[in-house]
């Protein structure tokens, strides 16, 4: 059976986590130190790894003699609880209904003692979508719990929850993960799995994925399998759905130069495309912040995610254009961006954000 990336690689210990140090550091401090709280919130974005550290977490404080805070996986309580059926981690998806009956059967059994370790563990994810009911349910729960039970609770949207909750729970906001760990943890990933790519497509992977490891993963399975297992920057480009980077720059340089008849012959071509305008002005912002990245950082910089063939040129328009220029035209497109979805036309509003950046002697003439 195949296995997505994500589903393959999903951490087993703290340390093959990345991007979370400051929520891993003071889980292992309260491991090691047998400070355990009994009841934790994750909070943050989608695919950052919520879930997976609750799992290491539950693991970890049963474990019989954790390694640096991890879970060892050797010892008989590891080897139980890594089972997918183990009665001491229950994971509860309030998504997928209200749970108001699942949390009535938590209160009945959660004073019975552990099976296996010191610890049963509630893993509730998706917390805000509990019911009202099912909140008050919880909170009695949580007021005063035995001393064996374990609250994870997870989310992404932590501003749902009521503060009769947040106020009892010890909170961790897990954080966007930067392109440059996310792209770390791909070539490894690609490496032990034979999957040839080079450094720019991952990159290109890597920011695709916004900060969301999950997402990045699938993007890298989607492009494993377009490519059979040798990845193109190319391809990349074609599974993103985006447009290619030449046409993007052109346009950019078309911008900065005032030269419009070059802006509405690649801007029409990429309409005839059916591209996606909210992404074609993203892509654009991106272009210009590219910009004064090389700039500032040079164009070896780890920031970029620019094929090498394209990159000189991207620093030639940089070095050669106003500063305060490239800046204004990143700014103006990342405002047309956001308002692209509530525009009734996309088309003419990109055109007018361009022809609104023409130099002051264009548009005298
Ligand atoms: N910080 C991370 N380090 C390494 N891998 C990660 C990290 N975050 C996510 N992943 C990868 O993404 C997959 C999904 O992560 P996880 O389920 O923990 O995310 P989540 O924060 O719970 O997301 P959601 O909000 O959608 O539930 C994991 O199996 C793992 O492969
Ligand atoms: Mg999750
Ligand atoms: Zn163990």
């Not at 610890?119 to 979508?129: A, G, Q, R, S, T």
């Not at 720019?200 to 377009?226: H, K, N, Q, T, W």
Request: glycine share 6%; proline share 2%.
């Amino acid at each position: 059976m195949y296995l997505a990336l994500y589903r393959k690689f999903r951490p087993t210990n703290f340390d093959s986590m990345i991007g979370q140090e400051h929520v891993t550091r003071t889980l292992r401090n309260q491991i090691q130190r047998g400070q355990i709280g009994h009841a934790y919130l994750f909070c943050g974005s989608r695919g950052t790894g919520k879930t997976t550290a609750a799992k290491i977490f539950a693991r970890a404080i049963n474990c019989e003699h954790p390694v640096n805070g991890s879970p060892c996986g050797e010892c008989a309580t590891c080897k139980a609880l890594q089972q997918a059926n183990a009665i001491d981690i229950i994971e509860i998806d309030a998504a997928s209904n209200n749970g108001v009956d699942e949390i009535r059967d938590l209160r009945e059994k959660i004073k019975y003692a552990p099976s296996v370790g010191k610890y049963k563990v509630y893993i509730i994810d998706e917390v805000h979508m509990l019911s009202v009911g099912a909140f008050n349910a919880l909170l009695k729960t949580l007021e005063e719990p035995p001393s064996h039970a374990v609250f994870i609770l997870a989310t992404t949207e932590v501003h749902k929850l009521p503060a009769t909750i947040l106020s009892r729970v010890m909170r961790f906001d897990f954080k966007l993960v930067s392109t440059e760990e996310i792209a770390g943890l791909l070539r490894k990933i690609f490496d032990e799995s034979n999957i040839k790519c080079d450094d720019s497509s991952i990159r290109l992977i890597a920011s695709a994925g916004e900060g969301s490891v999950r997402d990045a993963l699938s993007i890298a399975d989607m492009c494993a399998s377009f490519c059979d297992n040798d990845i193109k920057y190319d391809a990349v480009i074609d599974v993103l759905g985006i447009n290619k980077r030449d046409t993007i720059l052109s346009l950019a340089e078309a911008v900065l130069t005032d030269d419009i008849v070059g802006f509405f012959n690649n801007f029409h071509k990429i309409v005839a495309e059916g591209k996606n305008l909210t992404l074609t002005a993203n892509e654009l912002t991106k272009t210009f912040r590219d910009m004064l990245v090389v700039r500032s950082c040079g164009k070896d910089s780890a920031l970029l995610d620019w094929p090498a063939n394209l990159l000189d040129k991207l620093e030639s328009l940089a070095n050669n254009h106003d500063i305060v220029r490239i800046n204004r035209a990143m700014q103006a497109f990342s405002k047309v961006e956001g308002e692209l979805k509530y525009s009734t036309n996309p088309q003419l509003s990109i055109e007018t954000t361009a022809m609104s950046l023409l130099s002051a002697e264009v548009k005298k003439n």
